[in-house]
């Protein structure tokens, strides 16, 4: 989050305690604690609630392209004609030769 060395950190606590002196330094250490804690949970909270919203946003957008594509081909198919009847079987054309044994 913050980009803070290790020196840096270490001038902080020398400047609380001589700040604050030993008594008081445990209580604040503590209370800024609860305070950085407090602020993490409103953040992933306030993250969690964004990305649900993002896939709630996600989800509507592939269910209404899914709608479209639906729409689309039912807009595209067309009722078959009824088939045309067929010629009969026998429509004076000679039958193909079939391999069968000369009657004996």
Not at 14 to 43: C, D, I, N
């Amino acid at each position: 989050m913050f980009d803070v060395s290790l020196i840096e950190l270490a001038v902080i606590a020398l400047v609380a305690l001589l700040v604050l002196g030993p008594e008081k330094l445990p209580r604040a250490a503590r209370t800024v604690g609860l305070y950085v804690r407090k602020a993490k949970q409103s953040w992933y909270s306030v993250r969690a609630d964004i990305e649900r919203e993002l896939a709630a946003d996600e989800l509507r957008r592939s269910l209404k392209q899914t709608e479209d594509s639906v729409r689309e081909t039912a807009a595209l198919a067309q009722p078959l004609p009824p088939p045309k009847s067929l010629p009969p079987a026998d429509s004076g054309t000679p039958a193909a030769p079939r391999d069968e044994p000369p009657p004996a």
